[in-house]
């Protein structure tokens, strides 16, 4: 059993599809009580009744929902121990000089203001006197540049970055860290897995459940001497330059023509 999660609570934002539901299913298997969110109240009902826990529906983008995030998780467990920042955008994509400075905002409100917003009042409830463990849901793309995914990279480097600041600010009561995944077989990512096989260095694209366990494993006591870290979970994405075969995710991006951004 993984010390530090049985009996403890945890608030996983964008938990009913995809990496963010793993997070909270494996939480939840280890005895942790959950609290989820996403912006769909249908589907939030139908992943809090999985669980056997509770949800609240809303965009993290919203300042009010966040704080009522933390306060329900609060409210109804007593407690916050493990926070998730997993809910996010890849919009806007496309090229920088085309883009929608209302747009670009978006991303920076939902993939790095609405984590720190999560994490203060987490801090101000109940981290700062009793403690506690963030993970930030990052990803390996935000180590370099990409073609069409210039909002969604600087974002998501901005938020690692904020990552490093806030566990030098929270030590040692609260641990921060962050969760860097390659490509995953989830919603978000379809547009560029469903084109036909990626070759890897480990053989395979993502699942959920790969991610999720990075995520739990750095949320537990397991990696209590661990903060400020990223943990690349990649299937060997960044060393792909010295394995033989191509890589095919930048070809998919560059010819990707989104949906107009509702
Ligand atoms: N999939 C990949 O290849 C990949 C690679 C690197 C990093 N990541 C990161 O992994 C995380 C999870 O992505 P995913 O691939 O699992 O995406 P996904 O399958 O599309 O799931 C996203 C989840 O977040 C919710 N959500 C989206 N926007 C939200 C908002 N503004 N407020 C609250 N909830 C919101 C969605 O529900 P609603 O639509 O109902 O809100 C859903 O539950 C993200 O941080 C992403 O950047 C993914």
Request: include cysteine; aromatic fraction near 4%.
């Amino acid at each position: 059993m993984t010390p530090g999660l049985h009996g403890r609570a945890a608030l996983v934002t964008g938990a009913t599809r995809g990496i963010g539901a793993a997070v909270a299913r494996q939480l939840a298997d280890a005895g942790v009580r959950v609290c989820v969110t996403a912006r769909d109240a249908a589907e939030v009902r139908r992943t809090a009744e999985q669980l056997g826990g509770i949800g609240l529906a809303g965009s993290v983008a919203d300042p009010e929902h966040a704080r009522a995030a933390v306060d329900l998780t609060l409210g109804e467990f007593g407690r916050i121990d493990i926070l998730v920042n997993n809910a996010a955008t890849n919009q806007p994509f496309g090229p920088l000089m085309e883009m929608d400075p209302q747009a670009w905002r978006e991303a920076f409100t939902v993939n790095v203001e609405a984590p720190l917003r999560l994490v203060q009042a987490a801090w101000r409830g109940w981290m700062r006197e009793h403690g506690g463990s963030v993970v930030n849901v990052c990803t390996e793309g935000a180590g370099h540049v990409g073609p069409n995914v210039g909002a969604y990279g600087t974002s998501k480097a901005a938020l690692l970055h904020l990552t490093g600041q806030l566990a030098g600010e929270l030590a040692p009561r609260v641990r921060v860290n962050a969760v860097s995944p390659g490509l995953v077989r989830t919603e978000m990512a379809r547009f560029v897995w469903e084109k036909g096989p990626v070759d890897l260095p480990l053989g395979r694209i993502g699942e959920p459940e790969d991610i999720a366990r990075a995520v739990v494993w750095l949320a537990s006591d397991a990696a209590e001497w661990i903060t400020g870290a990223d943990l690349l979970v990649d299937g060997g994405t960044r060393v792909q330059a010295a394995h033989p075969g191509g890589y095919a995710v930048h070809d998919r991006l560059r010819s990707y023509a989104p949906p107009p951004h509702s």
